[in-house]
């Protein structure tokens, strides 16, 4: 009886005509009453504090769609279409490279090209507060869209700037103070961000979002090994997706003014213009079209060097624009050099500004020697030549 | 209480097939953000070829039909000028938004619907050697992965953005930063334990049963070996630039770490 107890499920024919005869003589010994069958073992149900934790994990993985993939985006276009609410929505192209896509606006760059001589009222200010006057002048630049009233920057504040001021001592201005006292306090509050960061793109980006999210991102770029903590690419994605989408314009468009402000020229500013920037008759096509960059007439081997710091992104040859290399000075700024007799660096080869990236040549689509320069911010080509000081 | 609990664990084991599907689509968007370079450069070195084969052949007819210096010039512009370097710029970028989104389609969309089957890890080995297809082999290692990248970006978000919300509440602010470091490794340890080892499971389980399908279909063998390319040229490179560089372990790790 133990036995067949311990072993219900036994297979072969004796041991079940062994067991069934055992039942029997079980059944006549209790008074004709059936043995009690052996009980299958109590079915477990799943677990019920799994499915809690399964919740937990399937809303912390979800909130990640929705706020940092395009999938989450289009989930979103999706619910307010069918919903008909009209609501804006981040384009798809900026859940990618955050360098691109979002930045300088048309505005500042056409005020840089209009009005020059005029950007010197900030010099004053960012020389009180040790800044770069360059990333002064640029700043302004961005959070005004180049608008001036009374010979100064009409500056707005993101959001976060007031959190931060308050956070280093200061109070932001009232929108409707004086546009010299916005312009004067912007360069005060930069100035002790800055000196509270150690690093002014960390410090342009305190002024998007609040200064306690931006240390702590910081703190865990630092900690993830970054060699530069306080770059923005290397805590950008530290920052919760909110606060990313508020500083990603401000900080790039900003520090790609930098890099364009302190360019060098890429072959002897002593060269030729030949054809400038913008919209002319094709010489080949002849048709209209946009000359995206400026050709300078140099001879054959002249040394072509970067305009400023940066990486290679490739070096490549094709039937129109010959043996040509594209740089990538960060914050969504770049750098073309096209028709090269060769080129002399590699991809992902980082370069510093002044050093020999190509020999200018004759190769591609070309009616005589010369360098076609274009200079791209967000990808958009701009008009190399005001920034040329 | 307890029925309240229970119907939220109901709740929680019925969403499982979402969070798959979340995991794969963070992880493969990860690997997607920095794939727009590479595609970049493989654009530029297949245009340059186009260029340079398709405008000589041009140039070859052109002259056999009698076409003029001038209109063989023009003509082989064009084609040249055809994708330039703005358009391969953007398809660039487009290719890496397209990889991602056929990603989702081809490996996510299929295990959020599949119904998991228990077999035994060794008979699925068995069936491995028996019968290799191109899925048994890459789906699991895909799914592996994009989950991997997936659950450290999860647990890296949740971790931002916990910190942010205990700074808001000023009481809490003085915990922030140990309280989001403690949120982001709970994070980490749940959802890899809960939804990124159901990811490969359910990889190895879809993979096996398409093969199983496919036999039972008498499909001829090179058809039911090739099952799965469209995982394995779509998913797999992105999988791997997502773990490689996108969200690379251990530095995701030290960072979770850093404020404990």
């Keep these: 009886m133990a036995d067949s107890k311990q072993d219900p499920r036994a297979k072969s024919p004796e041991l079940e005509e062994l067991h069934r005869l055992l039942a029997e003589v079980d059944a006549a010994a209790s008074g004709g009453r059936p043995a009690p069958s052996p009980r299958p073992p109590p079915r477990r149900g799943p677990r019920w504090w799994l499915g809690i934790l399964d919740l937990l994990a399937v809303s912390a993985a979800v909130y990640t769609l929705m706020v940092a993939t395009p999938v989450g985006g289009l989930v979103v276009r999706g619910v307010h279409w069918a919903t008909g609410r009209h609501v804006r929505t981040r384009p798809l192209i900026t859940y990618f490279k955050t360098e691109r896509g979002a930045g300088v606006s048309s505005h500042a760059v056409e005020a840089v090209a209009q009005a020059p001589a005029a950007d010197a009222s900030t010099t004053p200010g960012a020389k009180a507060a040790g800044l770069d006057p360059d990333l002064a002048r640029a700043l302004a630049l961005m959070l005004s ?245 | 209480m307890s029925v309240l609990f229970r119907l939220i664990a109901g709740l929680g084991r019925r969403v499982v097939p979402l969070g798959l599907f979340a995991v794969i689509a963070v992880g493969l968007h990860a690997g997607a953000d920095v794939l727009d370079d590479h595609a970049l450069v493989a654009l530029n070195i297949i245009d340059g070829q186009v260029d340079r084969l398709g405008s000589a052949l041009l140039a070859w007819a052109m002259a056999l039909v009698g076409a003029s210096p001038n209109m063989i010039e023009r003509w082989t512009f064009g084609l040249q000028e055809f994708v330039d370097m703005d358009t391969r710029d953007a398809l660039a970028r487009l290719l890496a938004l397209g990889f991602e989104l056929a990603g989702d389609v081809v490996l996510a969309v299929p295990l959020f619907w599949h119904r998991h089957r228990d077999r035994p890890w060794r008979a699925l080995g068995q069936a491995l050697l028996r019968d290799p297809t191109v899925l048994r082999v890459v789906a699991p290692l895909s799914a592996l992965f994009a989950a991997w990248a997936g659950v450290l970006v999860i647990a890296r978000e949740v971790q931002v953005v916990t910190h942010a919300g205990l700074e808001d509440a000023s009481w809490l602010a003085p915990i922030a930063s140990p309280g989001a470091g403690v949120v982001g490794l709970l994070v980490l340890a749940l959802v890899g334990w809960r939804l990124g080892a159901r990811v490969v499971s359910s990889a190895v389980s879809w993979s096996d049963h398409v093969a199983e399908r496919d036999l039972e279909r008498q499909l001829s063998t090179r058809r039911r070996r090739l099952r799965g390319w469209a995982v394995a040229l779509v998913v797999f490179p992105v999988a791997v630039l997502a773990v490689l560089e996108a969200a690379p372990p251990w530095s995701t790790l030290r960072a979770l770490l850093a404020v404990m």
């Design chain 1, 145 to 389: 869209a180049g608008n001036r009233s009374e010979g100064h920057f009409d500056v707005r504040y993101p959001p976060g700037a007031a959190a931060s001021f308050a956070a280093v001592g200061l109070v932001a201005p009232a929108a409707t103070a004086p546009a010299d006292a916005r312009e004067a306090a912007l360069l005060t509050g930069l100035g002790k961000l800055q000196a509270d960061l150690h690093h002014p793109e960390a410090a342009v980006a305190a002024l998007a979002v609040e200064l306690p999210r931006v240390r702590y991102a910081v703190h865990l770029a630092k900690a993830a090994g970054a060699a530069m903590p306080g770059e923005y690419a290397a805590f950008r994605e530290y920052l919760p997706p909110d606060d990313r989408a508020e500083a990603d314009p401000v900080v790039h468009g900003t520090f790609a003014l930098v890099t364009a402000f302190g360019m060098t020229w890429p072959v002897p500013t002593n060269a030729r213009i030949t054809s400038p920037f913008g919209w002319r008759v094709h010489p080949v096509l002849g048709k209209r079209k946009l000359h995206g960059g400026v050709d300078v007439a140099v001879p054959l081997g002249t040394d072509v060097v970067a305009i400023a710091d940066g990486e290679v992104l490739y070096v490549a040859q094709d039937g129109v624009n010959g043996r040509f290399l594209k740089v990538d000075h960060g914050h969504g700024l770049t750098s073309v050099y096209c028709h090269n007799d060769s080129t002399e660096v590699r991809r992902g080869q980082r370069v510093k500004k002044g050093a020999v990236v190509a020999k200018s040549g004759a190769s591609g689509r070309v009616t005589g020697p010369h360098l076609h320069f274009q200079m791209e911010l967000d990808g958009t080509p701009v008009d190399p030549e005001i920034f040329l000081k």
